[in-house]
Nanobody
Framework: VQLQASGGGLVQAGGSLRLSCAAS????????VGWHRQVAGKQREFVAS???????RYADAVKGRFTMSTDNAKNTVTLQMNSLKPEDTAVYSC????????????????????WGQGTQVTVSS
């Protein structure tokens, strides 16, 4: 299984970016897909996750600004990021699992089996 994140870039504070995670298998084959981010020298941080049924969970830091959705026809998961802040600067990676996991556990990176390479998001002040 391969996951490929794309859509990162440089944007000014207050701007928007749309990240995509393309999968080598049908998205609906995964029980859950998530986005995490990491700044060099810091721990990986949970951003958002979505279950096969469509239920989503967001980190408090992005709630109300980020929206995660799936496009089964394109085998992609997207993360729409609005009102970006400099503290959102990080490498964003998508991950997936086929195992049944409760929504509250999706914030833990160890719950995911498959990881894609990240995409850099830089927000300037």
């Amino acid at each position: 299984v391969q996951l490929q994140a794309s859509g990162g870039g440089l944007v000014q504070a207050g701007g928007s970016l749309r990240l995509s995670c393309a999968a080598s298998r049908r998205i609906w084959n995964f029980y859950a897909v998530g986005w995490h981010r990491q700044v060099a020298g810091k721990q990986r941080e949970f951003v958002a996750s979505i279950l096969r049924a469509g239920t989503t969970r967001y980190a408090d830091a992005v709630k109300g600004r980020f929206t995660m959705s799936t496009d089964n026809a394109k085998n992609t998961v997207t993360l729409q990021m609005n009102s970006l802040k400099p503290e959102d600067t990080a490498v964003y990676s998508c991950a997936a699992t086929v195992s049944r996991v409760i929504l509250s556990a999706m914030k833990f990176a160890r719950m995911y089996t498959y990881w894609g390479q990240g995409t850099q998001v830089t927000v300037s002040s």
